[in-house]
């Protein structure tokens, strides 16, 4: 009943605030300040305030509690423990997609159409530069570690 009251009076002298606030021509915050002065008072409507007051003297709502806080460390402490092995395999979706990958190998992807631009061939017989085979000899090893 006490509990009651006061938060009526806390939701009138919110409104009375928001009215204040309002004549300044400061509409906004006197909305703002209306809307949370009327949260105690909806409460106190519903009935939470008076379901907050019986829980808070009954035994068996602070075992709840208490068993809720015991679930919510032993999450806590298994997923520190699983993060710190490093045991985290992810989402189901990235778990299948691993087990998927592991079963068929990678195969690189075909080659490319030829370029539109093709450059005669040159003869076996022609003379190379020497600085093109040190410029093509990094594109080739790059190449080969990705298999292409």
Do not use: N
């Amino acid at each position: 009943m006490i509990a009651e009251t006061v938060c009526s009076a806390v939701a009138a002298a919110g409104l009375g605030i928001a009215a204040v606030t309002a004549y300044r021509k400061r509409f906004l915050k006197a909305a703002r300040i209306a809307a949370y002065s009327l949260v105690p008072l909806g409460l106190v409507m519903t009935g939470v305030v008076e379901w907050l007051a019986d829980t808070a003297f009954s035994p068996t709502a602070w075992a709840g509690f208490g068993v809720l806080g015991l679930a919510w460390a032993l999450f806590a402490t298994t997923r520190a423990v699983e993060r710190r092995r490093g045991d985290t395999r992810g989402t189901r979706k990235e778990r299948k997609a691993a087990a998927r990958s592991a079963r068929t190998d990678a195969v690189a992807p075909a080659a490319s159409a030829p370029s539109l631009s093709q450059a005669p061939p040159r003869s076996a017989s022609a003379p190379r530069a020497k600085g093109d085979a040190d410029d093509f000899s990094d594109i080739e090893a790059i190449l080969k570690k990705h298999g292409i």
